[in-house]
């Protein structure tokens, strides 16, 4: 339990808590400026995000999924749901993951423009305060895991959020089993969604997108090309030369960003908080090294 492995290390039972979900932001963000104990992030492990179904009537069009994207305020997530332990994230895969420093435009927070690209898509803003399109008004389904008060939270700021563009969003929680089972049946509109991390992360997690695993696959049956994507996956896993695994990369990531399927929102790190005492804290290469030859106490 969060609260009694934080007792635990008051009362000085323990000297360390290491772990992404070990402790949570309320919980972390108290000892920042504390003097008898230390908080380490790790770089980012993992990106927390929105999956967007493609095949649905209404996020089959583009421009209604790049609406969404600008009118996402990641930072604002960032800072008042996480007191910024978890940064923003612009893309997909943080750059600081092997072959995703690829040079992407990020979808920046901008109501007007997400605005400017539902009227152009001919959503009307109605008398109701929800934007219609031929008789159909701007509804969609955001599915979370209801397990996750995290996610809950973020639901309900998004919900609050959309609104003001006249996007009308509902909002429901699952126990984690039938929420899993409904995003790998592909039963949503929009739904959460964290990638694999190291060291799963990028060729894992993107060879998952190519058969009915998660929710990716059934999320990406509208794009258009999609055949494409999975073939560059597929070279990309038996590609032996650097410069064009590379280069399939590029292309991927490229193809999924500006296809607006994800909407990043924050980058998950590893944790951890312990006695001031202790030295050689540090995080390696994956979320489940922890280097405990290298901690001692002076």
């Not at 980012?44 to 009118?71: E, F, Y």
């Not at 009308?168 to 995003?183: A, K, P, T, V």
Request: proline share 3%; charged share 25%; with cysteine.
């Amino acid at each position: 339990d969060n609260q009694t492995r934080i007792m635990a290390l008051e009362n000085e039972e323990i000297d360390l808590i290491f772990g992404k979900n070990m402790l949570d932001a309320d919980a972390i963000s108290q000892y920042v400026d504390s003097d008898r104990f230390t908080v380490s992030l790790s770089d980012p492990t993992s990106t927390r995000h929105i999956v967007l179904n493609t095949t649905h009537d209404i996020l089959g069009d583009v421009a209604v999924r790049k609406a969404l994207q600008h009118a996402t305020n990641r930072q604002a997530i960032s800072e008042g749901i996480f007191y910024g332990l978890e940064p923003a994230a612009d893309t997909l895969y943080s750059p600081t993951v092997p072959y995703c420093d690829v040079d992407l435009e990020p979808y920046a927070y901008d109501t007007d423009e997400a605005a400017r690209l539902l009227d152009e898509a001919g959503w009307v803003m109605g008398s109701d305060g929800v934007r219609a399109k031929n008789g159909q008004k701007l509804e969609l389904d955001l599915l979370y895991n209801s397990d996750s008060v995290t996610e809950k939270t973020i639901s309900e700021y998004l919900q609050s959020e959309y609104l003001k563009l006249g996007i009308s969003l509902n909002i429901h929680g699952e126990e984690e089993q039938s929420y899993r089972d409904n995003m790998k049946a592909g039963n949503f509109d929009m739904v959460f969604n964290i990638c694999w991390g190291m060291p799963y992360d990028p060729q894992s997690s993107l060879a998952a997108m190519r058969a009915p695993v998660y929710g990716d696959y059934a999320a990406q049956q509208g794009l258009e090309d999609k055949a494409e994507i999975d073939q560059a996956i597929t070279d990309i896993l038996t590609s032996t030369d650097e410069a064009e695994r590379q280069e399939l990369y590029d292309f991927v990531l490229t193809r999924l960003h500006e296809d607006a399927v994800y909407i990043p929102l924050t980058y998950e790190t590893n944790k951890a908080l312990y006695t001031s005492e202790l030295k050689g804290v540090h995080f390696g290469t994956d979320q489940y090294d922890v280097d405990f030859a290298s901690m001692y106490f002076e």
